[in-house]
Each structure stands twice: as C-alpha cells, then as structure tokens.
C-alpha cells in the first residue's frame, strides 16, 4: 500500500509517524528497522554513456530495476518490466553488472522504516527516500500474512485487514489515504504460490504508483 495524499497536502514525515501510532494502536509489537533497496538501471551505449543511443546488443532491454529485499540479504532480483520478466539472482549480481559494463545504475531508492508484529500479520511501514539522502518521495506498507502462501485463499483475510487498517488511519483525519493497488503476478508468470520473486513485483508497483502520485502534485 502507499500513500497517496490528498490533493495539495504536502507528504511529511508526520504521517509517516501517525502511521506507525496506528500500527501500535491495532496491538502491534516494533520489531526492529527493516529496508529494501530499488536501483534503476540504463543500459551503456557504445561510448560508455548511459541514454537513448545505440545499445551494445539489440536484445538488451533499455531499462532494468534491481530489488534488494531486506527478507532476503542473499538473492537479489532483476525486473524488466517491458517483458514482464522478474528474475532472481546471488546478491554478487550487482557487481557482475559492474564488470560487465552492460548498465549503469541511474538512480537508487530506498524502503525503510518500523516493522511491526500483530498477531498473524508482519506489518512494515517506511519511507521511500534517495540513497544518501532524507528527500522524502513518499510512505508505503508492506503487510505479510504467514499462515497462507496462497495468494488467492488469502484476499479475503488482507481484505478484511485493509478495511480495519483504512478505518483506523480515517480516525487521524490525514491529509490523504492508504492505496493498494494489485500486481498482475500472472503477466510475469508468477503462480500462485507467493515467493519473493512476488515481493519484488509488488515494490516495483508501488514505486510506480508513488512516482505517479509525485507527478500529480507536481
């Protein structure tokens, strides 16, 4: 979920900490920071730059997005997203790319904030920010579900959980709401069966949606 302001609210570090206050005020527990890192990468041209020149290959895609999930320190994955193609890698991949010169990473975000235990649920609630930087691009929360792997049996459960999670941010009366917006798993032909390769997906679609919110208040 990411949160969309409404319109000419400015975003602020403030609704970030009512956030985490609603997390603690439904019975959740903090557990400790957490962080997931996004890098956009362009392909390099022919003279070494990154842009809209002629490519090393023809079959390279133009763009690519790097996911470094706090889950899992040891695997790194790789979106294409004009292929819908998600694939999972060791975390040495960025430093193969390095050598290989084949991209250059343009820009680096990261997730990162409060994860939060409530009962059955792992909630983190963070910022989007650029790397070395405290620029605020925008608030999210990731809620994770343990007892189902099955993405199907457990929508009405993360349903059920939203509408309890909207009523209790509708009673701070912020400048805006939580949105969620579903992945299509199916178009990068993810199964069912929820892995990591679908936590990737996910954080490229809430960036997605954040840029886009970004753009609209510009």
Same mark, same amino acid.
């Given at each position: 979920m990411h949160w969309h302001p409404s319109p000419g609210a400015t975003l602020n570090s403030?609704?970030?900490?009512? +956030?985490?206050?609603?997390?603690e005020s439904l019975?959740? *527990?903090?557990? =400790?920071?957490? $962080?997931? *890192?996004?890098?956009?990468?362009?392909a390099m041209t022919r003279d070494g730059a990154g842009g809209p020149a002629v490519q090393q290959h023809p079959d390279l895609p133009r763009e690519? #997005?790097?996911?470094? #999930?706090?889950?899992r320190p040891g695997l790194y994955f790789s979106i294409v997203r004009a292929q819908r193609l998600?694939?999972?890698?060791? +975390? +040495?991949?960025?430093?193969?790319?390095e050598k290989l010169q084949?991209?250059?990473?343009?820009? +680096? #975000?990261?997730?990162? =904030?409060?994860?939060?235990? #409530? @009962?059955?649920?792992?909630?983190?609630? @963070? $910022?989007?920010v650029p790397n070395n930087s405290e620029a605020?691009? @925008?608030?999210?929360?990731?809620?994770?579900?343990?007892?189902?792997? *099955?993405?199907? $049996? *457990?929508k009405a459960v993360m349903e059920d959980f939203f509408d309890i999670w909207q009523e209790t941010v509708a009673k701070k009366s912020l400048p805006g709401q939580f949105i969620h917006v579903d992945s299509n798993f199916s178009e990068y032909g993810l199964s069912d069966q929820y892995s990591f390769q679908h936590t990737a997906v996910q954080y490229a679609t809430c960036l997605q949606q954040l840029m886009a919110a970004v753009t609209v208040r510009g």
């Open positions: 403030q609704i970030l900490a009512e +956030a985490c206050g609603c997390a019975g959740g *527990s903090k557990d =400790g920071r957490w $962080k997931t *890192s996004i890098f956009f990468y362009r690519l #997005l790097g996911v470094a #999930l706090h889950e998600v694939l999972q890698a060791d +975390a +040495a991949f960025p430093q193969v790319m084949s991209y250059r990473i343009r820009v +680096a #975000l990261n997730f990162e =904030g409060f994860q939060y235990q #409530l @009962g059955d649920f792992c909630l983190r609630i @963070g $910022k989007c605020l691009r @925008g608030i999210m929360m990731e809620v994770e579900y343990y007892p189902l792997t *099955s993405i199907e $049996k *457990s």
